[in-house]
């Protein structure tokens, strides 16, 4: 068993600091623009961020930032929607203003689009609580958010199963409504007797109806940890889906990533994690790059407990399924492959003609201990192998590279919009266990 390092539960000490979220200029990825900070102490503002249109907000094309702060203690957890180019807030929502016993309110938010037909935008606001709550895992989909907020209906999961760890929205509308669906997951939900097996629902954004589950297999698989979009794999002509199911750590678990048809959930491939991969699995995404040239962009998948933690980042075809190369941490517990969320996606900045790639460790310097969870997002050149920058958090639990991300406005005026990187300043939340 692999001891990843475990903060099962946010810790609360006098020294923490409200979440931040910064603005990097994208002409040299390192400049910061912008710093908001969140409102009070161990918010975890951040940790989760969706761009959108929101009223109030700047001019377009530009958008603006909800951006979650599921740890803000004085509500259950609380959005912000926050204007993108002045920092200014427009306006918030409380978790414990909508009823119900909601925990951890904003530790995902999803754009859904206009669910009711009315002026602004709708969205999916997840509400996980923690492993050992009792409270129920709640979801809540919210109407006119800014305007006349309402509440189209919520959904609930099992207490414990971590139901809202992931939301994200399909972009496939699958009922024929007129409306994207969105998916739901709780990697820590059981499939009959089996604990933490972990699951993966679709839902029609217009009601709520649930459209199909998946469920993980066995017991510690952990299902539902990760997901992400890919092109679309069995020619149906909607986008599938990459979902990981990073294990409990163990040899015999170590981890695997399922490929499933968005339409209805059928499994069309799986990914088996390598030789010393432990907690293959635990992130992963389109790399928005053709690397074995077969005209279909690749996949990156994480494996943070490979080899005493040093971790590794598998870049994997998504036509032969094979492993195209490995990227190693050098450290022990530096826990490479822990994200792949930054600055660089989508860009060739080295002129190789393919996009770089961010690789996150937990570790970020040498001499920090692990403990702190700096964080390290690395820009990684895939043509080159090598590492073309990368930055490090400075202060405990910045996580640099786990929060929210996005572009939401041109800050510096070079005509393109400018990069979001979220420091949630608190401890990682779960780290998949049986
Ligand atoms: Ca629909
Ligand atoms: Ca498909
Ligand atoms: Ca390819
Ligand atoms: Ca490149």
Redesign the pocket.
């Given at each position: 068993m692999v001891s990843l390092l475990v903060a099962s539960t946010p810790c609360e000490s006098q020294d923490e600091r409200p979440g931040r979220i910064e603005v990097i200029s994208g002409a040299d990825l390192q400049t910061v623009l912008a710093v908001y900070n969140g409102s009070e102490a161990g918010d975890e503002f951040g940790a989760a961020a969706g761009s959108d249109t929101l009223p109030g907000g700047s001019p377009a094309p530009e958008r603006d930032w909800l951006v979650g702060a599921p740890g803000a203690q004085t509500s259950s957890g609380r959005v912000w929607a926050v204007r993108a180019r002045d920092g200014q807030r427009l306006f918030s929502v409380d978790g414990d203003l909508l009823g119900g016993e909601l925990e951890r309110f904003g530790h995902q938010v999803a754009a859904l689009g206009h669910v009711d037909g009315r002026q602004f935008t709708d969205w999916a606001i997840a509400a996980p609580a923690s492993v050992d709550s009792e409270a129920a895992p709640t979801v809540v989909a919210l109407t006119d958010v800014g305007g006349a907020l309402g509440e189209a209906y919520r959904l609930e999961g099992p207490p414990g199963s971590l139901f809202g760890w992931r939301v994200i929205n399909l972009f496939e509308d699958l009922d024929g409504d007129g409306n994207f669906e969105f998916l739901v997951t709780s990697p820590r939900e059981s499939n009959g007797n089996k604990s933490a097996a972990g699951a993966l629902r679709i839902f029609s954004s217009k009601t709520g109806r649930r459209l199909y589950t998946v469920r993980g297999e066995e017991a510690g698989d952990n299902l539902g940890y990760s997901v992400g979009p890919v092109r679309?794999?069995?020619?149906?002509?909607?986008?599938?889906l990459l979902v990981g199911a990073p294990g409990d750590g163990s040899k015999d678990r170590p981890g695997h990533v399922v490929i499933l048809?968005?339409?209805n959930g059928a499994v069309l491939g799986r990914l088996n994690a390598p030789a010393k991969a432990l907690h293959f699995g635990f992130a992963l995404r389109l790399i928005l790059a053709d690397l074995d040239g077969d005209g279909r962009e690749d996949w990156i998948v994480g494996a943070p407990g490979y080899r005493k933690a040093r971790g590794a980042a598998y870049a994997i075809s998504s036509s032969s399924l094979e492993p195209l190369q490995r990227i190693r941490g050098r450290r022990k517990n530096q826990q490479l492959g822990v994200g792949f969320k930054g600055l660089a996606v989508n860009r060739d900045l080295d002129g190789d003609g393919l996009n770089e790639v961010n690789v996150n460790s937990l570790l970020a310097k040498p001499k920090q201990p692990l403990k702190d969870q700096l964080g390290r997002t690395a820009i990684y050149s895939l043509g080159a192998r090598s590492v073309l920058q990368s930055r490090d958090g400075k202060e405990s639990f910045d996580r640099l590279g786990d929060g929210g991300t996005g572009s939401a406005a041109d800050f510096d005026g070079d005509g393109s919009f400018d990069p979001l990187l979220a420091i949630p300043a608190r401890p990682l939340a779960y780290v998949p266990a049986q």
């Amino acid at each position: 068993m692999v001891s990843l390092l475990v903060a099962s539960t946010p810790c609360e000490s006098q020294d923490e600091r409200p979440g931040r979220i910064e603005v990097i200029s994208g002409a040299d990825l390192q400049t910061v623009l912008a710093v908001y900070n969140g409102s009070e102490a161990g918010d975890e503002f951040g940790a989760a961020a969706g761009s959108d249109t929101l009223p109030g907000g700047s001019p377009a094309p530009e958008r603006d930032w909800l951006v979650g702060a599921p740890g803000a203690q004085t509500s259950s957890g609380r959005v912000w929607a926050v204007r993108a180019r002045d920092g200014q807030r427009l306006f918030s929502v409380d978790g414990d203003l909508l009823g119900g016993e909601l925990e951890r309110f904003g530790h995902q938010v999803a754009a859904l689009g206009h669910v009711d037909g009315r002026q602004f935008t709708d969205w999916a606001i997840a509400a996980p609580a923690s492993v050992d709550s009792e409270a129920a895992p709640t979801v809540v989909a919210l109407t006119d958010v800014g305007g006349a907020l309402g509440e189209a209906y919520r959904l609930e999961g099992p207490p414990g199963s971590l139901f809202g760890w992931r939301v994200i929205n399909l972009f496939e509308d699958l009922d024929g409504d007129g409306n994207f669906e969105f998916l739901v997951t709780s990697p820590r939900e059981s499939n009959g007797n089996k604990s933490a097996a972990g699951a993966l629902r679709i839902f029609s954004s217009k009601t709520g109806r649930r459209l199909y589950t998946v469920r993980g297999e066995e017991a510690g698989d952990n299902l539902g940890y990760s997901v992400g979009p890919v092109r679309d794999q069995d020619g149906d002509g909607a986008r599938d889906l990459l979902v990981g199911a990073p294990g409990d750590g163990s040899k015999d678990r170590p981890g695997h990533v399922v490929i499933l048809s968005s339409r209805n959930g059928a499994v069309l491939g799986r990914l088996n994690a390598p030789a010393k991969a432990l907690h293959f699995g635990f992130a992963l995404r389109l790399i928005l790059a053709d690397l074995d040239g077969d005209g279909r962009e690749d996949w990156i998948v994480g494996a943070p407990g490979y080899r005493k933690a040093r971790g590794a980042a598998y870049a994997i075809s998504s036509s032969s399924l094979e492993p195209l190369q490995r990227i190693r941490g050098r450290r022990k517990n530096q826990q490479l492959g822990v994200g792949f969320k930054g600055l660089a996606v989508n860009r060739d900045l080295d002129g190789d003609g393919l996009n770089e790639v961010n690789v996150n460790s937990l570790l970020a310097k040498p001499k920090q201990p692990l403990k702190d969870q700096l964080g390290r997002t690395a820009i990684y050149s895939l043509g080159a192998r090598s590492v073309l920058q990368s930055r490090d958090g400075k202060e405990s639990f910045d996580r640099l590279g786990d929060g929210g991300t996005g572009s939401a406005a041109d800050f510096d005026g070079d005509g393109s919009f400018d990069p979001l990187l979220a420091i949630p300043a608190r401890p990682l939340a779960y780290v998949p266990a049986q």
